[in-house]
């Protein structure tokens, strides 16, 4: 058991921090959150601006440890066909994927397979497919991983931008974000305490 009578609610604009132990359950509280994983009881809601449930898989990006890009396209396929899957019938993209990649100050990796980029380059156009198509609920696992320092401000202010517009923020890390949140600690005794 992760998690006992947790009892938790996240307005818009708002974000929470997990942190804990490796193995303490963070990812799969983050998989739980997404839909991936049911919970042993109790619920999980999304909430539209009329109080109304939605359906999480279709409002959330989930952004896991792993970036979910096939080595043998390139960065600019990838997001690309992201982008296809993600954008909702009726809703405009928001920024295409060279934008994208310019937002996370990668454009010139567009044309390369991703399997020939580094740790960060990758990070980084895993973290692009957040800005292809809109979701209110940004479910993120160790976003920081393998970002250099410029990378990291640059993401920060991603993350800014998305809360500042109302969206919400679920993050799983041990790395500072540099954004306003609640923190969830998992694996200890407090785990159940929110600051």
Same mark, same amino acid.
């Given at each position: 058991?992760?998690?006992?009578?947790?009892?938790?609610?996240?307005?818009?604009?708002?974000?929470?921090?997990?942190?804990?132990?490796?193995?303490?359950?963070?990812?799969?509280?983050?998989?739980?959150?997404?839909?991936?994983?049911?919970?042993?009881?109790?619920?999980?809601?999304?909430?539209?601006?009329?109080?109304?449930?939605?359906?999480?898989?279709?409002?959330?990006?989930?952004?896991?440890? *792993? #970036?979910?890009?096939?080595?043998? =396209?390139? &960065?600019?396929?990838?997001?690309? +066909?992201? !982008?296809? %899957?993600?954008?909702?019938?009726?809703?405009?993209?928001?920024?295409?994927?060279?934008?994208?990649?310019?937002?996370?100050?990668?454009?010139?990796?567009?044309?390369?397979?991703?399997?020939?980029?580094?740790?960060?380059?990758?990070?980084?156009?895993?973290?692009?497919?957040?800005?292809?198509?809109?979701?209110?609920?940004?479910? *993120? #696992?160790?976003?920081?991983?393998? =970002?250099? &320092?410029?990378?990291?401000?640059? +993401?920060? !202010?991603? %993350?800014?931008?998305?809360?500042?517009?109302?969206?919400?923020?679920?993050?799983?890390?041990?790395?500072?974000?540099?954004?306003?949140?609640?923190?969830?600690?998992?694996?200890?005794?407090?785990?159940?305490?929110?600051?």
């Amino acid at each position: 058991m992760l998690l006992e009578s947790l009892d938790l609610t996240l307005q818009s604009g708002q974000a929470l921090v997990v942190t804990g132990h490796n193995g303490s359950g963070k990812s799969t509280f983050l998989r739980s959150l997404a839909g991936l994983l049911p919970p042993a009881s109790g619920r999980i809601r999304l909430l539209d601006a009329d109080e109304a449930s939605v359906d999480i898989p279709s409002h959330a990006h989930y952004a896991g440890h *792993l #970036d979910a890009s096939k080595a043998t =396209l390139t &960065a600019r396929e990838n997001l690309a +066909f992201w !982008q296809a %899957m993600l954008v909702l019938p009726g809703f405009p993209a928001p920024m295409s994927p060279d934008e994208a990649l310019a937002r996370l100050a990668v454009p010139h990796v567009a044309d390369l397979p991703v399997g020939y980029l580094s740790a960060g380059q990758r990070r980084r156009v895993g973290l692009a497919r957040l800005l292809l198509a809109p979701r209110p609920l940004w479910l *993120l #696992d160790e976003p920081m991983t393998a =970002l250099d &320092a410029k990378a990291q401000r640059i +993401f920060t !202010q991603c %993350m800014r931008e998305h809360l500042a517009s109302g969206g919400l923020i679920v993050a799983a890390t041990h790395a500072p974000l540099g954004i306003e949140a609640m923190h969830l600690e998992l694996g200890s005794p407090q785990a159940e305490a929110l600051s």
